[in-house]
């Protein structure tokens, strides 16, 4: 911006040509430095914004957060005592089957009496204890037998029945998958645990063999769940980072409400993403990565992603910056909030003109407000169909809960090493998720996939109907 001079042009004209140009250098290297500190201040606030992101603001996972800069908790000063409240649904322990009945009887009265009168004895109270067996392994030993053939001499040699031949037997085997995927344990954890409670000794590469039949017991339930998924009217569909031998891949996930179906691929694309859905057509909730946004069909678009994107900006310097984002913030707030309790009538128009107003006030503006209101602009079909179709859920929580422990996996183990150990991790990470939803113990039905896959039979897949 040029300058304005303090003085008439008369005043400039007799200025001394020396002078003049001092003057005209001053003014330029006033205008550079202008501009080297709107740089710096445009900067700075960037790199400011960048600290100041966490997981409240922005799409950075609560793990990310600084322990030093969480906010301390506010609580309430309550009358209520703390515990269960007056009418909560209690857990009480189940009695389980017995395995041995101990016969309580009273003690003498105080009275002096040791007889009871006939007829009054009878139980009040079953205390019930759980305690572990004895833990004792079931060692069978398969003596092989050879002799020759009476008629020609051939000798002949007895063969391993089918289902023995691994050499751990479908329980032993199940409890090393269990411990090694459901649970996440390394390796050397699940041989120290071996060795400690079961009293057997096993090497990591015998529980690597035991991982991979396993993986390959749960193939056919693993198809089957990916089945199951695109045959979903409403699917969460979100992808996280894998590594596989320090090279960058990706974890997808499409999941509903029966079944979570999991999937490594080497890139984060369309392409990945046909794969994972094949001729799925249903209604897609996720968040705003490009190739969701282009979704032909039905699509909900994550609030929560857009609530932290608002947050974030109701924190900058700007006030013009700052006012949309708090105003934005309050819209979406109230629009998530209607998931629960669906506005009437008059709430409806007066939310949708106050915030169709307020976006299109925001959208040619320059800067990270006139961003969010154009993407707004461009999803404003995507926003409010949780309000329209029944089923459909305002976030993509559902799906992030579904990575949560993939993440975990992957932190702790670097990923993986081959293409045979993301088949593993695709298909114990489907099998351990499914189970919970369908509130079902995943050892039992493990024991019956591996049985099936010693016996070269098909697993019983009526569970997951």
């Known amino acids: 911006m040029k300058a304005k001079r303090p003085f008439s042009d008369d005043d400039w004209q007799s200025t001394p040509e020396p002078v003049k140009q001092y003057i005209i250098s001053l003014e330029q290297t006033i205008a550079l430095l202008i501009e080297k500190v709107e740089a710096l201040e445009k900067r700075t606030e960037k790199l400011e914004s960048s600290a100041s992101k966490n997981s409240q603001n922005s799409s950075k996972p609560p793990s990310s957060d ?22 909560h649904k209690g857990h009480k322990q189940k009695l389980l089957e017995q395995t041995q009945e101990i016969l309580i009887l009273p003690e003498d009265c105080d009275c002096g009496c040791a007889t009871l009168r006939p007829g009054t004895m009878e139980p009040y109270y079953t205390h019930q204890e759980i305690e572990l067996p004895e833990i004792k392994m079931d060692v069978l030993h398969f003596i092989l037998h050879k002799g020759k053939c009476s008629k020609c001499g051939r000798l002949l040699k007895a063969k391993m029945p089918l289902s023995h031949q691994t050499g751990y037997g479908p ?43 396993a993986s390959e017991a749960l193939a056919p339930v693993y198809e089957k769940i990916g089945e199951l998924a695109r045959k979903s009217d409403i699917n969460h569909i979100d992808e996280t980072s894998w590594f596989k031998n320090g090279m960058l891949h990706w974890l997808w996930v499409m999941a509903n409400r029966t079944v979570g179906y999991f999937m490594i691929h080497q890139n984060r694309s369309k392409e990945a993403f046909l794969e994972l859905i094949q001729d799925w057509t249903g209604i897609l909730i996720s968040d705003n990565y490009g190739t969701y946004v282009k979704w032909v069909n039905l699509r909900q678009t ?16 700007d006030p013009v910056t ?23 009538e008059k709430p409806w128009r007066d939310f949708y003109q106050r915030f169709i107003d307020l976006i299109f006030d925001h959208h040619q503006e320059e800067g990270e407000a006139g ?17 329209e179709v029944s089923g459909v859920d305002p976030t993509n929580n559902h799906a992030e ?24 991790v695709e298909r114990i990470l489907s099998f351990k998720q499914t189970c919970q939803m369908k509130s079902l113990p995943s050892f039992p039905l493990l024991v019956d996939a591996i049985d099936a896959y010693f016996k070269e039979q098909k697993p019983n897949l009526c569970w997951l109907a």
């Open 66 to 87: 600084s322990p030093y800069k969480k906010p301390a908790i506010k609580r309430k000063k309550s009358k209520r005592k703390k515990g269960a409240q007056k009418g």
């Open 171 to 213: 329980r032993v085997s199940a409890l090393i998958a269990e411990m090694s995927g459901i649970q996440g344990n390394s390796r050397k954890t699940v041989h120290d645990f071996c060795k400690s409670v079961l009293n057997f000794s096993i090497s990591t590469g015998a529980i690597q063999k035991v991982v991979d039949r």
């Open 302 to 317: 994550c609030l929560a992603h857009l609530i932290r994107k608002a947050k974030g900006l109701s924190e900058k310097k």
């Open 322 to 344: 700052q006012h949309f984002g708090r105003e934005i913030l309050k819209e979406l707030q109230l629009l998530c909030h209607w998931a629960k309790a669906p506005p009437d």
């Open 371 to 387: 961003t969010l209101a154009r993407s707004l602009i461009r999803q404003i079909d995507s926003l409010w169909v949780f309000l």
């Open 401 to 424: 809960r579904m990575l949560r422990f993939g993440v975990l996996w992957r932190k702790r183990s670097k990923g993986t090493q081959s293409e045979k150990g993301n088949r593993w």
